[in-house]
Nanobody, 125 residues
Framework: QVQLAESGGGLVQAGGSLRLSCAASGRSFNDYVMAWFSQAPGKEREFVAGISRSAGIIDYADSVKGRFTISRLNGLNTVYLQMNSLNPEDTAVYYC??????????????????WGQGTQVTVSS
């Protein structure tokens, strides 16, 4: 089992940047594919970015390609999401998630066994 804790959210103006962190504890972090999802009010949770165990495979939602960067430091049991050129449509609660079974990041939330509590990102226009 693994526990996940996100941090780094906040209020930022359009065009600004934020870096989210997700610290994992419990079972070996290297065993998990990690991902970030977002959920805006009244909308379903959706995939943002995912990274394989060794960071050899990375996937992004089309809406964030070129603006967001996912990375991980296995030695620190942490996954990051660098978010640049933020716009109001990025406003959401951002969750990190861990998948023990898959060999690559999956876009469907059903594949992820563990979730953090989420961190709010608000982008003002």
């Amino acid at each position: 089992q693994v526990q996940l804790a996100e941090s780094g959210g906040g209020l930022v103006q359009a065009g600004g940047s934020l870096r989210l962190s997700c610290a994992a504890s419990g079972r070996s972090f290297n065993d998990y594919v990690m991902a970030w999802f977002s959920q805006a009010p009244g909308k379903e949770r959706e995939f943002v970015a995912g990274i394989s165990r060794s960071a050899g495979i990375i996937d992004y939602a089309d809406s964030v390609k070129g603006r967001f960067t996912i990375s991980r430091l296995n030695g620190l049991n942490t996954v990051y999401l660098q978010m640049n050129s933020l716009n109001p449509e990025d406003t959401a609660v951002y969750y990190c998630a861990a998948d023990f079974s898959s060999g690559r990041p999956r876009r469907e939330s059903v594949h992820y066994e563990y979730w953090g509590q989420g961190t709010q990102v608000t982008v003002s226009s």
